[in-house]
């Protein structure tokens, strides 16, 4: 079973993400970007604000989750797998090209595999305003509130197009709610 966190920056996906260790202690913990040897390498170039082009940082990206698919995701697929972001984010952030041709791109990428579960954490903007004056901020997130917001609108239109098993929750309530929301949704309930 292959579950992702998803929600722009500031969201609140590490802090969940630790709560998940600890109530689900035989899950694979993983990652994009940076989830095996080569993403690690390929993370460091992305979030470097290194690249000039737009498309170049996008295929980073690609890379690193043709990769994380190739040696996480089909490594493990008789457990849990819990993954902090997927082509969800890798969709949603790359806004130079129309969605279907992002969507093919990406399944490219995947070799077809989708997530079966998507737990999205969505963010007010004046939460969002607030969470990003509260800490050093990476290349990405220096762009701004309406940039961010924009990537969480296609990030919601993303998951409901491929049509994926989802849940939204609004990541303002208590830390111990949305931990209870999420728990919930992995076990059906
Ligand atoms: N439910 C919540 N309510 C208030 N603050 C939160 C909540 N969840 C996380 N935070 C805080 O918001 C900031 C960003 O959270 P983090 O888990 O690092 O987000 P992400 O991994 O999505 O970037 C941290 O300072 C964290 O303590
Ligand atoms: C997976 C992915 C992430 N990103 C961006 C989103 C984040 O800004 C950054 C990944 O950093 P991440 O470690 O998820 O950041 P944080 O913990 O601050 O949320 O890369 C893309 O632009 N494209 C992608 O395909």
């Given at each position: 079973m292959y579950v992702v966190i998803e929600g722009i920056d500031t969201a609140g996906k590490s802090t969940q993400l630790e709560l998940l260790k600890k109530n689900f202690p035989n899950a694979v913990f993983t990652k994009e970007?940076?989830?095996t040897l080569l993403g690690t390498k390929l993370r460091v170039m992305a979030l470097?604000?290194?690249?000039?082009?737009q498309l170049a940082e996008m295929f980073l990206f690609l890379a690193d989750r043709a990769e994380h698919i190739e040696e996480i995701i089909k490594n493990n697929k008789d457990k849990i797998i819990i993954s902090d972001r997927s082509m969800i984010s890798g969709i949603a952030y790359a806004?130079?090209?129309n969605l279907d041709k992002l969507i093919e791109l990406n399944l490219i990428a995947t070799q077809n595999i989708l997530p079966d579960y998507v737990i999205l954490l969505e963010l007010t903007p004046s939460e969002l305003k607030f969470r990003l004056s509260q800490k050093q901020n990476d290349s990405i997130e220096l762009r701004g509130i309406e940039y961010l917001i924009n990537i969480q609108n296609r990030m919601k239109e993303t998951i409901q197009k491929i049509g994926i098993n989802h849940i939204f929750i609004?990541?303002?309530?208590?830390i111990e709610e949305i931990e209870k929301k999420i728990e919930d949704f992995i076990n059906g309930k």
């Amino acid at each position: 079973m292959y579950v992702v966190i998803e929600g722009i920056d500031t969201a609140g996906k590490s802090t969940q993400l630790e709560l998940l260790k600890k109530n689900f202690p035989n899950a694979v913990f993983t990652k994009e970007p940076g989830g095996t040897l080569l993403g690690t390498k390929l993370r460091v170039m992305a979030l470097g604000g290194e690249a000039k082009s737009q498309l170049a940082e996008m295929f980073l990206f690609l890379a690193d989750r043709a990769e994380h698919i190739e040696e996480i995701i089909k490594n493990n697929k008789d457990k849990i797998i819990i993954s902090d972001r997927s082509m969800i984010s890798g969709i949603a952030y790359a806004n130079q090209l129309n969605l279907d041709k992002l969507i093919e791109l990406n399944l490219i990428a995947t070799q077809n595999i989708l997530p079966d579960y998507v737990i999205l954490l969505e963010l007010t903007p004046s939460e969002l305003k607030f969470r990003l004056s509260q800490k050093q901020n990476d290349s990405i997130e220096l762009r701004g509130i309406e940039y961010l917001i924009n990537i969480q609108n296609r990030m919601k239109e993303t998951i409901q197009k491929i049509g994926i098993n989802h849940i939204f929750i609004d990541a303002s309530l208590k830390i111990e709610e949305i931990e209870k929301k999420i728990e919930d949704f992995i076990n059906g309930k």
